[in-house]
């Protein structure tokens, strides 16, 4: 038997999957990661994300009102927010909570871990 059919298969494949894959980025979050010394200042302002909700400074908050107390707690738009993922929580509902933030106009987020 030839493997010439076989292996122009194999090549159409290829080609069809090099074409089809993106290797673009949809979109992009800046995100800041924390560890180092930073010019924190202000109330504390840690955001625990989890699967099932958000908890501000340790109080569970619904995701439609931690956007008005987070803004209680800052003075600009450009004071540092930390957020940290617990609980299991997935990387969609870290995105998620990240992006409710920005539609706000909060710019400075860092991930901790």
């Known amino acids: ?15 069809f999957f090099m074409l089809a894959a993106r290797f673009d980025q949809t979109a992009v979050l800046p995100v800041a990661l924390g560890g180092g010394a930073s010019d924190y200042s202000g109330p504390p302002r840690l955001i625990d994300v989890t699967p099932g909700g958000v908890r501000l400074n340790g109080v569970a908050t619904e995701d439609a009102d931690l956007v008005a107390a987070v803004l209680l707690l800052v003075e600009t738009s450009n004071d540092l927010v930390i957020l940290r993922a617990r609980d299991g929580a997935d990387v969609q509902r870290l995105v998620d909570v990240m992006g409710l933030l920005r539609e706000t106009g909060l710019s400075r987020l860092t991930l901790v871990e």
Not at 1 to 15: C, N, W
Request: no cysteine; proline share 7%.
């Open 1 to 15: 038997m030839s493997l010439t059919p076989m292996i122009d298969v194999v090549f159409l494949l290829l080609v």
